[in-house]
């Protein structure tokens, strides 16, 4: 078989398949929206720092970093337990969340935002 | 070996050598364009001279249906794992795509970040080898594409290749069995979902293979032990396993690779993954299953309930995501006691694997049922390309010998 039929017919097959991916998840999902919200308060997190969150999205708070792989932009991932002061709340719109009442609590709120699913709130411990 | 072939099992070495020089000039402290003109470098002499010794003419002896037919059956096959891919793929992968994988690579993906790979949670395993890791952070800066569309795309085309590597190595020594095998495989939804989840697990798979069927030529071409050397050298770098498998197929093929002088050629294909693999595990935490080893090892050892946890897994195992396998492995002695010869070395090669992932779960010191159920089904993906491969060989032999 010749070398650059059998090449083509693969990349072929992966540039379908590529399409087919992009396709088939161009709805935003959880991750993206908050990857997105998450892009817009970049600048309040320096390098190094670590991103407590604290959300009532189910399963998203069993691994920090777990969480913070796909929440979170590149410069928010890199753990330093020294810098940990920095707090995300996510909650769902119209649930009810009490660990926002005491988070708040000695804390300043660095910014707030929302979309159509998620609100977030950025607190840093004083 | 046809150029097609060997060009296929060139792309995963140039994905593994562009993945140790990304890596060692993160270290190094290089410029990105830098490493991209080594990667381009390595690139234009490792297929050139390679190919030219290795490769045969692509058609020679073969008669226009046989030829004919091994289109329709590439292009059939292509359409099939397209289309069931389309049905399976996850978006952004499974657990450890997500957690050790992907998640390392955007330790890679800056400079400035790499110095905290290692202090992450221990839970991330900072200690795993970096071929994909690196490969993901490589093209993403390479084209600009910060998302999970480059690990779908790397995940896929390895994903891609197995099945067709094996096909274009079986198909010129008989058509029929190289199809089963083909077909056997790009229809397997178990075998399918872990590559489309973007585990190591299936490119550790497709270099391990890729080994067995470069050392086909080795006896003849030293520059095929070049290529095998850089190929047992990726699979070190793709999971720590891999240095297993690796050490292994190099005791079960020594006179191959190292003897009339070949042993040279080995040391150069296989001296850049060595020392990146040295750069990286001077750095790197310990492997918490090696840490892990101590005066209890003695008392798991000899634990008999560990034997029969892990023996049941394994055929739980293989009567469920691996019936071709079990079917082959029964077959095989057959074969063997029907030709009056000796099981190939390769598969024996290949059971010793088996046998070390087993003592590796006897002496591991997590908990034994969570490690087994969490991996093992993994775990045997890495020889099941290699295992089907080496049977399929066995099995056209066979039919040469009653004159086909």
């Known amino acids: 078989m010749k070398n650059w039929v059998v090449l083509i017919l693969l ?40 991103l407590v969150l604290k959300c009532d999205v189910p399963g998203a708070d069993l691994f920090p970093e777990y969480v913070s ?6 410069k928010l991932i890199a753990p330093n337990p020294a810098g ?43 | 070996m046809q150029k097609s072939l060997f060009s296929i099992m060139w792309l995963p070495i140039l994905m593994g050598f562009a993945s140790m020089l990304y890596y060692l000039s993160l270290v190094v402290g290089l410029p990105f364009i830098v490493t991209v003109l080594l990667v381009i470098v390595f690139g234009y002499f490792s297929y050139r001279w390679p190919c030219k010794n290795i490769s045969n003419a692509e058609t020679t002896g073969l008669g226009k249906a046989r030829i004919g037919w091994s289109y329709a059956i590439l292009v059939a096959g292509l359409i099939i794992i397209t289309n069931k891919s389309f049905y399976i793929e996850p978006q952004y992968g499974y657990w450890d795509s997500w957690t050790i994988w992907n998640y390392h690579a955007k330790f890679l993906q800056q400079p400035d970040y790499r110095k905290f790979l ?27 594409c910060d998302n999970f569309v480059v690990p779908f795309v790397l995940g896929y085309c390895i994903m891609l290749l197995v099945p067709v590597s094996i096909f274009l190595a079986l198909y010129r ?26 585990y190591a697990d299936v490119p550790l798979a497709f270099l391990f293979l890729c080994a067995f069927i470069c050392i086909e030529e080795a006896g003849k071409k030293p520059a095929a032990v070049l290529a095998t050397a850089a190929l047992l050298g990726c699979c070190a770098w793709v999971k720590n396993e891999g240095n297993m498998l690796a050490g292994i197929f190099i005791l079960f093929n020594f006179k191959t690779l190292f003897a009339d002088g070949r042993w040279k050629y080995f040391l150069a294909g296989i001296a850049l993954p060595v020392l990146t693999l040295i750069v990286f595990k001077s750095a790197a935490p310990a492997n918490d299953i090696v840490e892990g080893q101590g005066t209890k090892t003695g008392d798991l050892l000899m634990d008999g309930s560990r034997y029969a946890l892990v023996w049941d897994y394994l055929t739980y195992n293989f009567n469920h995501f691996y019936i071709p396998i079990k079917i082959g492995l029964i077959i095989y002695p057959i074969f063997c006691i029907a030709e009056k010869r000796w099981p190939d070395r390769n598969i024996l090669a290949l059971l010793c694997c088996l046998l070390g992932y087993f003592f590796v779960y006897i002496i591991t010191p997590k908990g034994l049922d969570w490690h087994v159920h969490t991996s093992m089904d993994r775990v045997i993906i ?23």
């Open chain 2, 173 to 198: 020594r008989n058509l029929p069995v190289a199809a089963l095998i083909f077909f056997l495989i790009i229809t397997d939804d178990f075998y399918l979902e872990r590559g489309l989840g973007q």
């Open chain 1, 69 to 74: 792989y796909y929440l979170t932009p590149v």
């Open chain 1, 84 to 126: 940990n002061d920095t707090t995300l709340l996510l909650t769902s719109l119209g649930s009810p969340n009490g660990t926002t009442d005491t988070m708040f609590k000695n804390s300043a709120v660095l910014c707030q935002y929302k979309d159509d699913k998620f609100q977030y709130v950025l607190i840093r411990r004083l």
């Open chain 2, 118 to 144: 290692f202090s992450i949670n221990p839970m991330m395993h900072a200690d795993y080898p970096l071929y994909l890791c690196s490969s993901i952070a490589f093209l993403r800066r390479l084209t600009g």
């Open chain 1, 11 to 50: 990349a072929l097959s992966a540039c379908v398949a590529t399409y087919c991916y992009t396709v088939k998840f161009d709805k935003p999902t959880d991750v993206d929206r908050i990857r997105g919200a998450m892009t817009s308060m970049n600048k309040y997190f320096p390098l190094g720092a670590r």
């Open chain 2, 382 to 404: 890495q020889l099941m390309p290699a295992f089907m491969y080496i049977m399929a060989l066995r099995f056209s032999r066979l039919q040469f010998s009653l004159g086909d």
